[in-house]
């Protein structure tokens, strides 16, 4: 061992002092200064980032029993918020002329609040009141040159070369052909097309999973699935983005609706100011608007438990539990709302925070009720709840200012009562295929797997039957 030699990395210590940019962390940058500095990726989710987190012993968490907190509670959050809202200021406090923050806003990636901070700061600089936002109370987004590097020019001639027909000139893709070509022969990474995505072989092209296995469906995911079984199958082995502000909201407003399932307008609100802090947003024009949204959710919540009570329907459950086996489908999930009929059927209602409803003809078919009623009527909730009195979307987070209750019929009153037990086989079935189709349609735009969808041109393939 003593006579192994180890490589050095000789370049830190003649770096050059001048000339160079550093690379570094907010901690490695304490205690420093330079003319310039760029905080780049201020994205929401990412800074702050509010998992919690402690040491390898837990000294924390040991401290936090000791003294009586909850580990887990909105105290140990605010905890973390502070600790980001510290580096954050180390970030932006270095630079003697001149601080650039960035973040970038598109369908699945918000900016983070923290950038208000900044925002804020800037504004005053210049004698205004507020930072400068369009009409619908966004920043108004800059136009960002790209970069100047080799993998960017790469990309770009490549982006050229493999652009849909009408998309280049013939001259441009021989063009773009012959600068890759002499990119890769100077051993540029990237440039060569034996080391592009899509030119090896399948390395396995059976089943997901084999026949007569059980298949596990989440009735949320079953429209998902039908929608789309490529998105399906992509953001279940994990392409998901981090949970944005709506997101965070949505799951906010349905611990506030299960722990008070009945309450009034003022107890929603009461609840919803002492669970606010959780979220660990700072203040500003974002959380503001996401706050003022959260208000007009439990006011529509509220208005529902009224519905409710004047109705006569009872509460039976709140988060109740769903694993029924379906044929060869497991059907596993969670009601929102279990609610009994006059009748003593079970109803199933689902809360939904999203601004989109479907439409009536969507609701008809509605994928996630149809498959729990189906699971009602096998018994899912009991023989005290037999049947199913049908199923109901309650549309808290739309545009409309009263809340939207929309009810799926019984099956049994369909015109084909067996849709939804037809929907869940079929379902199972194609979750355990060897082939998952890419189906284009309006929800493409907002898809957060488009990148890696063959049915568009910024995830197709770069090996076609054509050569290209």
Same mark, same amino acid.
């Given at each position: ?25 907010? +901690? ?12 780049? $990726?201020?994205?929401? $989710? ?9 040491? #390898? ?17 909105? $105290?140990?959050?605010?905890?973390? %918020? @502070? ?9 932006? !406090? ?25 925002? &804020?700061?800037?504004?005053? @600089?210049? $004698?205004?009141?507020?930072? &400068? ?7 108004? %987004? ?7 590097? %080799? ?66 469906? !989440? ?60 979220? *660990? ?6 959380? !503001? ?17 009224? +519905? ?35 009748? *003593?059927?079970? #109803? ?25 009623? %189906? ?6 909730? *009991? ?21 939207? #209750? ?26 355990? &295929? ?21 049915? +568009? ?9 054509? *050569?290209?």
């Amino acid at each position: 061992m003593q006579s192994a030699e180890v490589p050095e990395d000789t370049l830190a210590d003649r770096a050059p002092e001048t000339g160079a940019v550093t690379l570094t962390t907010p +901690q490695g940058a304490v205690g420093r200064q330079w003319d310039v500095v760029v905080v780049a $990726g201020v994205q929401e $989710g990412v800074w702050p980032d509010l998992r919690l987190r402690g040491s #390898v012993l837990g000294a924390q968490a040991l401290v936090d029993v000791v003294e009586g907190r909850d580990a887990d509670g909105p $105290g140990a959050r605010r905890a973390v %918020l @502070e600790d980001e809202l510290r580096l954050f200021h180390v970030a932006v !406090s270095r630079a003697r002329d001149e601080l650039v923050v960035t973040a970038v806003r598109v369908d699945d990636e918000r900016p983070s609040a923290f950038l208000e901070l900044v925002g &804020a700061v800037a504004a005053r @600089e210049r $004698g205004e009141e507020d930072a &400068a936002v369009d009409e619908e109370g966004e920043r108004p %987004l800059a136009q960002v040159p790209r970069a100047v590097s %080799l993998p960017a020019l790469v990309a770009r001639l490549r982006q050229v070369l493999c652009a849909p027909p009408t998309a280049e000139t013939p001259e441009r893709r021989r063009s773009a052909a012959a600068h890759l070509a002499q990119l890769a022969a100077a051993g540029v990474p990237g440039a060569d097309p034996a080391d592009w995505y899509g030119v090896d072989d399948l390395t396995d092209d059976g089943p997901l999973r084999e026949d007569g296995e059980q298949v596990p469906v !989440s009735p949320s995911r079953v429209e998902s699935f039908e929608r789309c079984g490529l998105r399906w199958l992509l953001e279940s082995s994990g392409a998901r983005p981090g949970d944005s502000g709506a997101q965070s909201l949505g799951n906010l407003v349905h611990r506030i609706a299960a722990e008070a399932p009945e309450a009034d307008a003022a107890e929603l609100l009461r609840r919803l100011d002492l669970l606010w802090p959780t979220l *660990g947003l700072a203040d500003g024009w974002v959380t !503001s608007r996401l706050r003022a949204r959260a208000d007009q959710v439990l006011l529509k919540l509220a208005e529902y438990h009224r +519905q409710v009570r004047t109705e006569g329907r009872v509460l039976v459950a709140v988060e109740q539990d769903v694993d029924v086996v379906v044929g060869r489908a497991r059907v596993r999930g969670r009601v929102d709302r279990l609610e009994r009929d006059a009748d *003593g059927r079970a #109803v199933v209602v689902d809360l939904k925070t999203g601004r989109t409803p479907p439409s009536r003809a969507e609701l008809a078919r509605h994928p996630q009720l149809g498959v729990y009623q %189906l699971v009602a009527a096998e018994g899912a909730f *009991g023989p005290e709840l037999a049947g199913t009195g049908g199923a109901a979307l309650v549309q808290l987070g739309s545009a409309t200012k009263k809340v939207g #209750v929309q009810r799926q019929q019984p099956l049994e009153a369909d015109e084909d009562p067996r849709w939804a037990a037809d929907l869940v086989a079929r379902t199972a079935e194609g979750m355990s &295929a060897p082939v998952f189709e890419a189906v284009v349609g309006p929800h493409c735009s907002t898809c957060p797997v488009r990148a890696s969808c063959p049915a +568009q041109d910024e995830g197709r393939s770069v090996c076609e039957e054509d *050569g290209r």
